[in-house]
């Protein structure tokens, strides 16, 4: 099965990085639900909070205040200008 790999970036920390099986994000026109092949895309975030669901089944939620999001060849990039943990439900 392909995955994704995944950098999600702050503007003053390297978050997380890795590979994964899927990933949610806030864009501006709505939820983005990316999977292993899905066409290029950039696009900008609004404020909320991104998944990522590890290829290892571990999760990763945060919460971004905005930024940008780029999906190319199966690497998806994520820039936000602040990144805080979400609490656990």
């Not at 999906?71 to 805080?84: F, G, H, Q, Y």
């Amino acid at each position: 099965m392909a995955e994704l790999n995944v950098e999600l970036v702050s503007a003053d920390r390297k978050v997380w990085s890795g590979t994964a099986r899927m990933v949610s994000a806030p864009a501006a026109d709505g939820e983005i639900g990316i999977l292993a092949d899905h066409s290029p895309l950039l696009s900008v975030l609004r404020e909320g909070d991104v998944r990522v669901r590890g290829a290892q089944g571990e999760d990763l939620e945060v919460h971004v205040t905005g930024g940008f999001l780029s999906v190319d060849s199966n690497r998806v990039t994520i820039v936000a200008d602040s990144v805080e943990s979400v609490p656990t439900r």
